[in-house]
């Protein structure tokens, strides 16, 4: 049964940094595309940034220079370093795992809120 569990996230001033870790089970890792989705209140839910293998990576243009994704294939764990944290990177953050005719995962969800 393949699971993803997020954590890291939490309240932090405009400026500061958040480091998210993704943690997967139950699916071969490393042949997965992992990717870093975030939902804002009343927003639909945006694709953040996405790793493919081990350094093919692609960001939203508003965290381009700020937000890093990067990948562990020995500890089956994807990151989201996030800097100069904005009030507008507010929201639930989620980890997606995807593959090719293998379907997605979602994990639970992890909550960023950054205060002005």
């Known amino acids: 049964q393949a699971q993803l569990v997020e954590s890291g996230g939490g309240l932090v001033q405009a400026g500061g940094s958040l480091r998210l870790s993704c943690a997967a089970s139950?699916?071969?890792?490393?042949?997965?595309?992992m990717g870093w989705y975030r939902q804002a209140p009343g927003k639909q839910r945006e694709l953040v940034a996405s790793i493919i293998g081990g350094d093919r990576t692609n960001y939203v243009d508003s965290v381009k220079g700020r937000f890093t994704i990067s990948r562990d294939n020995v500890k089956n764990t994807v990151y989201l370093q996030m800097n100069s944290l904005k009030p507008e990177d507010t929201g639930v953050y989620y980890c997606?795992?995807?593959?090719?005719?293998?379907?997605?995962?979602w994990g639970q969800g992890t909550q960023v809120t950054v205060s002005s």
């Open positions: 139950g699916i071969l890792f490393r042949v997965y595309t």
């Open positions: 997606n795992a995807e593959r090719q005719y293998y379907g997605h995962y």
